[in-house]
């Protein structure tokens, strides 16, 4: 368990990297022992590779491209036939609909993107406990067999229905017949990931941090090695960002200095 932060008991924590030889518990046990020259946490770091501000209006001006086509069409159509272009109201209600629909189903999927993590720099490294702000059902082990029920259930009025208005439409409630037998695995579960980091690896050259790209915009500092296995994105706020910056720039004096090509 992370000696950062008390998450619920629910969480559990990913053992991936002990498994792979990535780091192992005396590195996490080092920095933990070690004074924090920096410790903070950020509640909502969002790891998408553009902002959340530029990355939904990005969406929104792509999903509002058919609805003014569609005014633009009507427009057009009004000129030659002499009437309004409200007139065809029915089409701007229904592209008015998919738009918000399609929007909400966006921003449901873009809240994946937002981490909850917690920072401690000390003199040898960086030691971060991150975790997914997913609902809560989302960190239990996911048993995909109670939707394989759901849609046998489901196909039995579908079956009637396409009976009854035309049986070519068989192939959709027979589909969902074959997906319900299909086994899927089951999903351990979303799990949180506590990672040390070291200004000074022991391992080979090129897992050494040689590289640091700022994000000002975003204060987000990336120190990353030459073949981006090792290092971690360091999301500071507003406060500490330049105080950060300084201190890693004096732990990695001979770092490259890079423009993000990830985040921007």
Known sequence: MS?????????????VGLDEGWYSVEDREKLEKEPAVFQWEVPYAF?????????????????CVPYLLCFLYSIYNSINHNR??????????????????????????????YYHVVYKITESGVLRDE????????????????LMYFLRFLSIPLIIMALIIDPLLLAGAAGAVFLSFIR??????????????FWEENGAPEDIICIINIVSKRRIIHILSSNGSNGAPIFCTEENFEEVKAYIFSKLPNAQHEVCPIYR
Do not use: C
């Open 184 to 197: 899927f695995p089951a999903d351990p579960g979303e799990k949180a990931n506590y990672i040390p980091v």
């Open 3 to 15: 000696h950062l932060i008390q998450r619920p008991d629910y969480i559990q924590y990913s053992q």
């Open 84 to 113: 309004s272009p409200w007139e065809d109201n029915g089409i701007f209600v229904f592209f008015g609909v998919f738009i918000v629909f399609a929007y909400s189903l966006f921003w449901y999927i873009s809240r994946t993107q």
């Open 131 to 146: 975790l997914k702000r997913y609902p809560k059902f989302r960190y239990r082990k996911q048993d995909p067999v109670k």
């Open 47 to 63: 790891k998408s590779e553009i902002g959340p501000w530029k990355l939904h209006l990005k969406a929104l001006s792509i999903m």
